[in-house]
């Protein structure tokens, strides 16, 4: 939680959550290799946001202006007080770290992804791994999941996605010239300023002095524009947003998984219009159906998939690979009742019958591959030098006896056969 300062859209962490600003940026993420010639590597996400930062200083290029936290663990800091007075309970799966950086051309984007695997090879090493690559380039190779890059008139910013199989959060470096929309609903609109907190480690090198009489003040900002209405929403667990026309997709992947998770449009959201607009949007930039169940397989593939692989090889407790299939089932069946209520302008009545049918079959089991091939939906091949991300896919999911014994097994192997599909991320 925070307290609020003159700007409405800003307020600073209390101790609480500076503690938890430290356990999210301490606690080692496993990052896998593609290949098992090379050692899974476990990074501690201050570590390579540190190590990033000097290499990019180091060089000059290009002009580091500021870094921030965004996204799902920027809330999950947030609502530390909140979290600890039992109003709310939350958790995240991703660790967006955003580096503002001035891009004045096509050949910044190349540089800063130069630099950006050259200071994970220097940060694993540190960690002592074995089998680690040699060159920089292979680090794209094997660690890298997707990247993207995007480059118009109002967004000049890049993304690199490190591989994560093990279900914890995925550890996002996102390079920021200018960014249009930079978050999709008012709750996941936070940004922490982080360059205090890295002044004070700078200056506390054993980091043992943080107490509550002692820390450092971290500003937060909503980009939503309103900090303590976007607090309250993730309190009561509302859902708001405003032009959903803007967002790449329309947010529709994110407001049904929110409705999954019982959250609830805000009164002032005028549901019934949005989500007619959501699924406008939606359906323009995914035109048919392939487009579309790649799409949706992507999404199910990074936020459910990996989950259920890890509860299957008892790496994760607290959640069956049952229960966690079953919310992906009523995050689809949440998706189909959307887009049957909602009038997409966009579609003709026999156009919008046929998305319906689309989305019906994916909920028809069995519609998850095998357990052995989770992994491979969120494996990418990427091509930096275009806004576009391929990724393996597959169109079945494994039904419930696959699902039985799997569960019997741990670790099973990871051979999979996959072939290649375009895909373009959400923008955050």
Known sequence: MCDT?????????????????????????AIDSLSRQFSTVCIRPIDLLLGVRDQLT????????????????????????????GRITSNYNDLDLIFRVDINGHSDFERIRELAMSAFLQVAKQTGADNLPQHPFQVEEMY????????????RWSLISFRNRSGGPDIELKFVGMCKRPYQFSIDS??????????????DDQQSTLSSRFFPTVVVQSMWGNYLEAVRHVQERLIATDNPESIYGGGLLKYCHLLTNHFQPAPSFAYERMESVMCTRFFIDFPDSASIQKRIMKYVGTHFASNIWCGMNMQVSGQSPMLIFGVAMAFLRNLHAVVERASP????????????RCLQNLVRPPFLPPPGHYPALVCARRNHNQPMVRTRNHSYYPSSAQLRRARSRQGPALHHSTRSAPLVSECA
């Open 345 to 356: 302008f966009c579609l003709t009545e026999q156009d919008r019958q046929d998305r319906l």
């Open 144 to 155: 890298v999941r997707n990247m993207m890059k995007i480059w118009t008139p109002n967004d």
């Open 190 to 203: 936070f940004q922490l300023h982080l360059d205090s907190y890295l002044s004070f480690l700078s200056v």
């Open 5 to 29: 300062i003159e700007d409405n859209c800003r307020g600073t962490l209390r101790y609480e959550s500076v503690v938890r600003l430290k356990n999210v940026l301490e606690q080692p993420v």
């Open 58 to 85: 180091e060089r000059g290029v290009p002009v580091l202006h500021e870094i921030r936290l965004n996204g799902s663990a920027a809330t999950h800091v947030v609502s530390a007080e909140l979290e600890r007075e």
